[in-house]
Structure formats: structure tokens, C-alpha cells
């Protein structure tokens, strides 16, 4: 890729994710073309869907929680890693509204440009669950799946207009059952 095309693609994600944080996963491509300051060709000519656009920008995300798992995993004992890994992972979607049905959605679709990177990310969440399960700090009955679907209704509630004090409240009761003798703070 040229050097200004890779300009325009970096510009391009970075206003975006503004953008989507704003308004969420909904947002006018035209709005993000605007603020970025590039026709809507551009924007079209690299992400010719919505969904290409939030594909490159989540899949960035993703593929950093992934690399966190490994970074919390080496630093810290089971349950602290797992929790840790759980609170970035809800940070993480929710700065972008929306795109928790989108990453529902691509975790189901081998099809899509963001399953592997939603696939690895679970797998991730899975392995540190594991952990903390065999240092019989978590719930054992749970899976990979089961906490992905969990984690992901709490990023859902967040984005939720008025739910936002009771979201933190419930994050705090579900981290304490997922990991019950966890300091969570």
C-alpha cells in the first residue's frame, strides 16, 4: 500500500472509531468521511461496507485483548488475570457502541472477515477461565462460551442509555461469581 494510502486507511480507522464511540456502530460513513476530511469515495474505496469498516477497526482491538490475555496471564495469579482480562474486555466494547451484536454475530460466521479475531479473542478469555478454574478460583461450570456470552450481555447493558450505574453495579456481582475469591477492586 502507498504511503498515503496507508495515511488515508490509519486516518480512516482512527476517525471512525471516534465516530462509532459517539454514535455508534450506526454511524454515517459520510460523517466519517467528513471528519476525516476525505470524500466518501475514499472512505469506500477502503472499507466498501459499514461492516469492512467496523471489521478493520474491531479486529485491531481484538487482536490487542488477545495479546493482553498473554500479558496478564505471565503477571499475575489465575483469578487476578482472568478479572483483569474481563474488565479490559468490557472496556474495550464499549468504547465502540453497538458492536457487541456484530461481534456476537462474527463469532458464530467463520464467514466473516472478523471471526478469527473474535474466535482467538474468546479463546483467549477461555484459556484464563481455565487457569483460575484449576487453581479452583473460578466457577467450574463455566466454559469459554459461557463467559463470552456473559461478558457480552454486560458490554450490552452498558450501552444501554440510562443503565450505565446499574451496568457497573451488576459487572462487579457477575465478576464475584465468575471468580468469588478475587479481590475485584
Known sequence: MRADAKANHDRLLAVAGT???EHGSEASMRDIARRAGVGLATVQRHFPTRESLLEALLRTSFDELTGRA???????GPDEALVLWLRDFIAVCTNYRGVVTA???AIEDPESALHGSCAAMRGSGARLLTRAQEAGSARTDLDGADLFALVSSLVWLRDQPGLQARAEHLIE???SAIVPKARLA
Do not use: L, N, R
Open 103 to 105: 461481534m456476537v454475530k
Open 173 to 175: 456481582v457477575v465478576m
Open 19 to 21: 465516530v462509532i464511540a
Open 70 to 76: 498473554a500479558e496478564v496471564e505471565g503477571a499475575h
